[in-house]
């Protein structure tokens, strides 16, 4: 199995997944060793190396800098980290492939009908 990640434009990982030997990898795709699901969302690949995130440490010095940030802008950005977080560790106890959260929500559904018959 091939393992690869999309980057964002910060080269920050966004999706992780792997293809069968003699399979070409997605458009843009890094090829990555297999070092664990989770932990490829911890790094940004730098051009040269991966480094560790700093998650919301993203460094501002310049405080005519900080007056310019757009708030929205700021929250959404912070919405999507948490948001990518939190389906890391989803992915740690459901099986996270196309159409599988509706498949869950199906059988859900399925449940609580046949709990209130």
Known sequence: ???FVILDETGCV???GQRPD????????VPIPDLGYE????LRWTGEEWIE?????EPVSDPEA??????????ARAFE????MFAAARRLFITDLPGQEMLY???RTQATAYLAA
């Open 1 to 3: 199995m091939n393992g």
């Open 14 to 16: 966004t999706q992780r």
């Open 22 to 29: 003699g399979y070409a990898l997605p458009e843009g795709a």
């Open 39 to 42: 932990v490829w969302y911890g």
């Open 53 to 57: 995130r700093e998650l919301g440490k």
């Open 66 to 75: 900080l007056a310019l940030i757009d708030l929205a802008d700021a929250r």
């Open 81 to 84: 980290q948490v948001t990518a």
């Open 105 to 107: 929500l199906e059988k």
